[in-house]
């Protein structure tokens, strides 16, 4: 396989995750409320295994889980998304004893996970982050606020990110392993423009010890990014999916749409706009494989192109709804139609995990760091080992 293609057997099993998608977790989905964790759906997701795979799998293969579920049922991929986000800390930084205790409940669908980096103050620049880690005589004291977090308040865990060290930028960052029953941690959901389960988590005073750190004291900015690298390809991926989704939708109502003496899709106006939409799609659905791929066999740049596929397939999927609304008309504007639905869930991914400006930030950082290197290669003979570049830590 290369980056720019699949064999058939993982078209085959991206096929069976949409139809599962569609005919077992869109069901529990509708069921559930929107903006709260819906845990029949995150058991369902655990008793078909697909959270087991998502922690055992590349960065390709969860690009492939996420878009094939996006295709399908978004609150099934985006329930299965928010538990890696919150988990993947714990699964490549935490402890055996760690791991012990929470992975298992996490891939049956009975533990529900958060991941806490965003603050009010401290949004796209992460590494301003100002939740206070007070040193204490038996580890730590957490005070400050977290916002936008994945499954909060609901979460029975979160990856908190916090500052151990002021004035040190993202090298005064830990990383800790917070039980939702400590005292002194509390939180609120908010109301958004998507059905996610975010909320605010509140710190006032919370205990935490070294048996919490994830990874090292002030190394946590490192444990963030990584788990970012590792997801922002995979971001791509949902966005990949819905826009997938309304571009079959597309092309099935403008055959069969009749209007002005035949179907739309007799219209160049009409059938420009549906080639347009499906060519962007196919482009954002490369760019975000050729990441994945780079990631899972350690190339150079992939924090760049990560970047790029999420960028450039967030923004795609935006333009893709957004015209498959204006091709359906009114009715794709009701309440209940999948494009309704889909127009308000595909505005979240472009702000999600770096904003689409942070991530042009960290390409063209990338770019002339590169610039330089190669700059300074053809001045010195002898260089120094490159560093792991799924660890390199972008400034954002």
Known sequence: MTAFSL??????WCEELRTLAEERLRPLAEKGEPGRVNRPLLAALGELGLLDRMFGSGALELCLLRESLARGCTEAETALALQGLGTTPVVRAGTPAQRERWLPGVRAGRTVAAFALSEPGAGSDAGALSLAAEPTPGGWRLTGEKCWISNAPEADFATVFARTTPGAGSRGITAFLVPADR????????DMLSPHPIGTLEF???PVTADDVLGEPDRGFRVAMDTLNLFRPSVGAFAVGMARAALDATVAHTARRTAFGGPLSDLQAVSHQVAEMATRTEAARLLVF???????AGESGVPRRAAMAKLYATETAQYVVDTAVQLHGARALRSGHL??????EVR???????ASEVQR???AKELYAAAAQQADARRTPVQEPAADPRTQEPTV
């Open 7 to 12: 064999e058939p057997e993982q078209t085959a």
């Open 183 to 190: 005292p002194g941690l509390t939180g609120q959901p908010l």
């Open 204 to 206: 006032d005073g919370v």
């Open 290 to 296: 050729a990441a994945a791929a780079a990631y899972d």
């Open 339 to 344: 494009l309704e639905h889909l127009y308000r």
């Open 348 to 354: 979240a991914p472009r702000i999600y995990e770096g």
């Open 361 to 363: 930030a960290i390409i």
